[in-house]
């Protein structure tokens, strides 16, 4: 590997250049890793859960300790009703976060019971013996080439 900075030669990737001391990173590795939508629905499951118990929690801690007192701030109220809010939308956000998990199971039942039944059959039979004599060639172009290198090699054979 050369340095891609100042040029040196028979350097070791993931390591720093013994000349100019810029890092080297391996550029044959992949920087990112992908993910799958099915990975990317079960996080999205997790976070949504823990959302909404995270919301309804404080939001019901707000009522229960602070709420209806003569002291108690209009703030309170509207912090409380903000995180029944957000539980209330995280909720719906889980629920279509499970309805797509299951559609991704299902469709891969699916997919996987499509690719069993489109097994081919054993039945035994060989295949028949080729047929030579009425045998297409490849191309319209496979047997006019030697042609077209013949002339090719005439044509130089007179400009020299």
Same mark, same amino acid.
């Given at each position: 590997?050369?340095?891609?900075?100042?040029?040196?030669?028979?350097?070791? &990737?993931? @390591?720093?250049?013994?000349?100019?001391?810029?890092?080297?990173?391996? $550029?044959?590795?992949? +920087?990112?890793? /992908?993910?799958t939508p099915e990975e990317h629905v079960k996080v999205n499951v997790v976070l949504s859960a823990?959302?909404?118990?995270?919301?309804?929690?404080?939001?019901?801690?707000?009522?229960?300790?602070?709420?209806?007192? &003569?002291? @108690?701030?209009?703030?309170?109220?509207?912090?409380?009703?903000?995180? $029944?809010?957000?539980? +209330?939308?995280? /909720?719906?956000?889980?629920?279509?976060?499970?309805?797509?998990?299951?559609?991704?199971?299902?469709?891969?039942?699916?997919?996987?019971?499509?690719?069993?039944?489109?097994?081919?059959?054993?039945?035994?039979?060989?295949?028949?013996?080729?047929?030579?004599?009425?045998?297409?060639?490849?191309?319209?172009?496979?047997?006019?080439?030697?042609?077209?290198?013949?002339?090719?090699?005439r044509s130089s054979e007179t400009h020299h």
């Amino acid at each position: 590997m050369f340095c891609p900075k100042c040029g040196k030669s028979d350097q070791s &990737p993931e @390591t720093y250049c013994r000349q100019c001391g810029i890092f080297l990173p391996d $550029l044959n590795k992949s +920087a990112k890793k /992908t993910f799958t939508p099915e990975e990317h629905v079960k996080v999205n499951v997790v976070l949504s859960a823990m959302t909404v118990v995270a919301a309804f929690t404080l939001a019901i801690l707000l009522y229960s300790i602070l709420a209806f007192r &003569p002291d @108690t701030h209009p703030l309170i109220y509207v912090t409380a009703g903000v995180l $029944l809010a957000i539980g +209330a939308w995280q /909720t719906q956000t889980l629920w279509r976060s499970i309805l797509l998990k299951r559609h991704f199971k299902t469709n891969r039942g699916r997919q996987e019971s499509a690719i069993s039944d489109q097994a081919a059959p054993d039945t035994g039979k060989l295949l028949n013996e080729p047929d030579f004599e009425n045998m297409v060639p490849a191309s319209v172009t496979d047997r006019t080439t030697k042609h077209l290198d013949e002339s090719r090699i005439r044509s130089s054979e007179t400009h020299h």
